[in-house]
């Protein structure tokens, strides 16, 4: 089992910057993959970010490339998603995930996920 708990989100104004920290408690945690989602009332949660536990290897999706980086420490057993130049579009609950193996962006790839924090952006 991995515990996962989220924190760093807020309200803040276009073109500020954030950055989510998702630490993790009980089985290794560096043998997991670590993943970022997002999710807003009414729609299905969706990838943001992803980092891979032993070489580090990370992937984004389209609308946060270039603004967004996830890194991880696998000492502090904490993942991280620095978000610059937020963006209104951006607002919405940030959920940490962790899979084995080496997942992708769909969700039923994860096994284990945090409560989620709010992230809002205003305009």
């Known amino acids: 089992q991995v515990q996962l708990v989220e924190s760093g989100g807020g309200l803040v104004q276009a073109g500020a910057s954030l950055r989510l920290s998702c630490a993790a408690s009980?089985?290794?945690?560096?043998?997991?993959?670590m993943g970022w989602f997002r999710q807003v009332p009414g729609k299905e949660r969706e990838f943001v970010a992803r980092?891979?536990?032993?070489?580090?290897?990370?992937a984004y999706t389209d609308s946060v490339k270039g603004r967004f980086t996830i890194s991880r420490d696998n000492v502090k057993n904490t993942v991280y998603l620095q978000m610059n130049s937020l963006k209104p579009e951006d607002t919405a609950v940030y959920y940490c995930?962790?899979?084995?193996?080496?997942?992708?962006?769909?969700?039923?790839?994860?096994?284990?996920w945090g409560q989620g924090t709010q992230v809002t952006v205003t305009a």
């Open positions: 995930a962790a899979a084995i193996g080496a997942p992708g962006v769909a969700i039923t790839e994860y096994d284990y």
């Open positions: 009980g089985r290794t945690f560096s043998t997991y993959a």
């Open positions: 980092i891979t536990w032993s070489d580090g290897i990370t």
